[in-house]
């Protein structure tokens, strides 16, 4: 079974620029979702989409962050302006159902925001 | 607001150690308890899960965890490390809420 695919792996972008993710999650996995993982922290949880709907998206700083599902299959995080603060891996997963079952996670993309 | 400690930010343990990694929650309610595991240059993994019956859960290479609920605490435990098992461990939890709260991690490395 192919894993969770993520795509750039490494951004490096100048303070206010935009940039964008791309994740691909596991055939036929319903709920997908975009973590936040800054040096030394634990990965928190951006948004998490429910097929085409946001379940939770409590987290997400909506003034510069944006995502979508598109079909209820990929998914794009945008950021927009980027902050120093942004520099993080962003990490996508996802899982059958709900978040009680298992998470099946990408390998993240590291961005560097200068 | 749910959280969860991870008290060992850096452990260094020979080769056949022991090993006890510290994880405590905080939410006042029924809770699902996870590690997750990443290797070096791995992707984040699932070691073992806890939902509900036998307090001792059972994981994937020779790792356990015992929920212990007056405590709050899951902690993770090996009786006998191997080099391979250096990595990151995550402790996480989800509540009521429904959304997987991580720790910030133990980083385990294994010398020989």
């Known amino acids: 079974e192919a894993g969770v695919a993520q795509s750039p792996r490494y951004k490096i972008i100048e303070k206010r620029q935009s940039v964008a993710f791309w994740c691909n999650p596991i055939?036929?996995?319903?709920?997908l979702y975009w973590y936040q993982q800054i040096l030394g922290q634990g990965p928190k949880l951006l948004i998490q989409?429910?097929?085409?709907?946001?379940?939770?998206d409590s987290q997400l700083p909506k003034d510069r962050f944006s995502a979508e599902r598109l079909k209820g299959v990929d998914s794009t995080l945008k950021i927009q302006p980027a902050k120093l603060e942004d520099s993080a891996v962003y990490l996508c997963a996802s899982s059958q159902r709900g978040p009680t079952d298992t998470q099946y996670f990408g390998p993240g993309t590291r961005l560097t925001v200068l | 607001a749910q959280s969860v400690s991870q008290h060992n930010h850096h452990v260094i343990l020979s080769e056949a150690a022991s090993l006890e990694l510290g994880c405590n929650y905080s939410?006042?309610?029924?809770?699902?308890l996870f590690w997750y595991v990443q290797y070096p240059g791995q992707h984040l993994q699932l070691l073992l899960k806890?939902?509900?019956?036998?307090?001792l859960v059972k994981g994937i290479k020779g790792f356990e965890a015992e929920f212990i609920k007056s405590k709050f605490s899951f902690n993770l435990r090996k009786p006998s490390v191997q080099w391979s098992d250096t990595a990151e461990y995550f402790c996480?939890?989800?509540?009521?809420?429904?959304?997987?709260?991580f720790g910030t991690g133990t980083r385990l490395q294994v010398t020989l």
């Open positions: 996480a939890f989800t509540g009521t809420a429904s959304k997987l709260t």
């Open positions: 989409f429910q097929n085409n709907g946001v379940v939770d």
């Open positions: 806890y939902f509900s019956g036998d307090p």
């Open positions: 055939s036929g996995h319903a709920t």
């Open positions: 939410y006042g309610g029924t809770v699902n």
